[in-house]
């Protein structure tokens, strides 16, 4: 079976700040898929990336960077220099080849900027 | 930019009426998905979709739902009699392969 775990569940940060979501996962598959979405409180999910199993490197997109370690079944995302925009709700989710796709995700973090 | 398109946004109905939740993925995907968001909770799966047939469902998937792919481009949810506690966001997804999954605005259903 497959495991996602946010530890954090709201994350408070004043704008400017760096703040840096934890997302573990669990599974038995050798061949799987991990990915972050956004969900601001207009409701609907947004994505933001998508790593594979054997890709490690890690990647930055503007403000956005994603450090993915096998070694210890951790994919944390990090958003550099807050914005009151990036206030939202992000899930880490898992999905494995042979589950016809489904994903499992974690119970999302809550981030909340303040100006 | 192609999306997936869910319809309506918003729901009520009363406990025990049958709903459809309407969904028009994105046309040259091949899988498709529901999943449920009970407020303030996390993304569960439901069912996945392949090829006209389910291809997996959750527990949460009972006899009282049901889905349909009548015309080739619509992907329906239908939960014949619902309960309280399927007042939820409900999510279309859809994907090509081994890809993201692309996410509908959500359907958020009151059952009252």
């Known amino acids: 079976a497959q495991k996602v775990t946010q530890a954090q569940t709201e994350i408070s940060v004043v704008e400017k700040e760096d703040v840096t979501l934890d997302c573990v996962y669990e599974t038995r598959d050798t061949t799987y898929y991990l990915f972050w979405y956004k969900q601001p409180p207009s409701g609907e999910l947004v994505f933001l990336i998508r790593?594979?199993?054997?890709?490690?490197q890690n990647e930055i997109s503007g403000r956005y960077s994603w450090n993915f370690q096998k070694s210890t079944s951790s994919f944390n995302f990090t958003i550099t220099a807050s914005q009151v925009v990036d206030s939202a709700v992000y899930f880490c989710a898992l999905s494995v080849t042979d589950s016809w796709g489904k994903f499992q995700f974690g119970a999302g973090t809550q981030v909340v900027v303040t100006p | 930019e192609p999306e997936v398109t869910q319809t309506p946004s918003h729901q009520v109905t009363q406990m025990g009426q049958e709903v459809i939740l309407r969904c028009v993925p994105i046309?040259?995907?091949?899988?498709f998905y529901w999943y449920r968001q009970i407020l303030g909770q996390k993304v569960e799966f439901l069912v996945s979709f392949y090829n006209n047939e389910i291809s997996e469902k959750s527990e949460i998937f009972d006899d009282q739902f049901s889905v349909e792919r009548p015309d080739g481009s619509n992907f329906t949810l239908k939960i014949r009699s619902t309960k309280l506690e399927d007042s939820a966001m409900y999510f279309c997804?859809?994907?090509?392969?081994?890809?993201?999954?692309?996410f509908g605005q959500g359907t958020r259903l009151t059952v009252v």
């Open positions: 997804a859809s994907k090509q392969g081994y890809t993201e999954a692309f």
């Open positions: 790593r594979n199993s054997f890709d490690e």
């Open positions: 046309s040259n995907h091949l899988y």
